[in-house]
C-alpha cells in the first residue's frame, strides 16, 4: 500500500511538473537578478507581466476581425508574456554582463533560432523550445546602444502567426517576416 501511493505521489509530481513547469519558467527566468542599476540609469522602464488570466482579460479586448483576430488566435495558446524593457538617454548606458545573466538561465531545451550581431548597433537573440510545428517558449535578448529589452513568451507559438506579435504587449518591433 505504502509502495502503491509513492508511485501515486509521484506520477502526480511528475504530471504537475509538466504541466506547471513553464508558466515557473517564466517567472524564475530572471527571478533574482537585480535590475536595480538599470532602473537607476534607465530614462523608461517597461515591466509587463501578463499570466494566462490577465492574456485571456487582454484577448476580450481585441476585435474578432482583421489583425488583431489573428493577434487573438496567437495568444491563445500562450501561458504568460513578460517583457523587461530599458530606454537610456546615453549610448550603453548599462551593464552588458545583465543580458549574459539572463542568456546564462535559459533552460536546456531551447535552442538559438536567430543572432544578430554588430559591434556598434542591434543585437538580437531569439531562442525557442521546438514542439513540432510549433514552440513551446520563445526568449528575446534585443540590445541597442540605448536600448536592453527582455522578452519571454510562455506556451505554445504558431511560428508562421510569430510576427503578428512585433510591437504587441511591449515587445519591440523586430521586423519579423510572416511569410
Do not use: C, H
Amino acid at each position: 500500500m505504502k509502495r502503491t501511493r509513492t508511485i501515486i505521489i509521484f506520477i502526480a509530481m511528475l504530471v504537475a511538473g509538466v504541466f506547471l513547469a513553464p508558466t515557473a519558467f517564466a517567472q524564475d527566468l530572471w527571478a533574482g537578478i537585480d535590475f536595480s542599476e538599470l532602473e537607476a540609469k534607465a530614462d523608461e522602464i517597461v515591466d509587463i507581466t501578463l499570466n494566462a488570466s490577465m492574456l485571456q482579460l487582454a484577448a476580450a479586448f481585441l476585435s474578432d476581425t482583421g489583425d488583431e483576430a489573428e493577434v487573438r488566435a496567437l495568444i491563445s495558446g500562450l501561458e504568460g508574456i513578460y517583457v523587461k524593457s530599458f530606454s537610456f538617454d546615453e549610448d550603453w548606458a548599462y551593464d552588458k554582463s545583465v543580458a549574459e545573466r539572463i542568456r546564462s538561465r535559459i533552460p536546456p531545451g531551447f535552442e538559438r533560432i536567430v543572432s544578430v550581431r554588430s559591434r556598434k548597433s542591434e543585437n538580437v537573440e531569439i531562442y525557442a523550445r521546438p514542439l513540432g510545428q510549433e514552440v513551446d517558449g520563445l526568449i528575446i535578448i534585443a540590445s541597442e546602444p540605448d536600448e536592453l529589452t527582455f522578452v519571454n513568451l510562455v506556451g505554445r507559438i504558431d511560428i508562421a502567426q510569430l510576427g503578428r506579435l512585433d510591437g504587441q504587449f511591449g515587445i519591440p518591433d523586430l521586423d519579423i517576416d510572416t511569410k
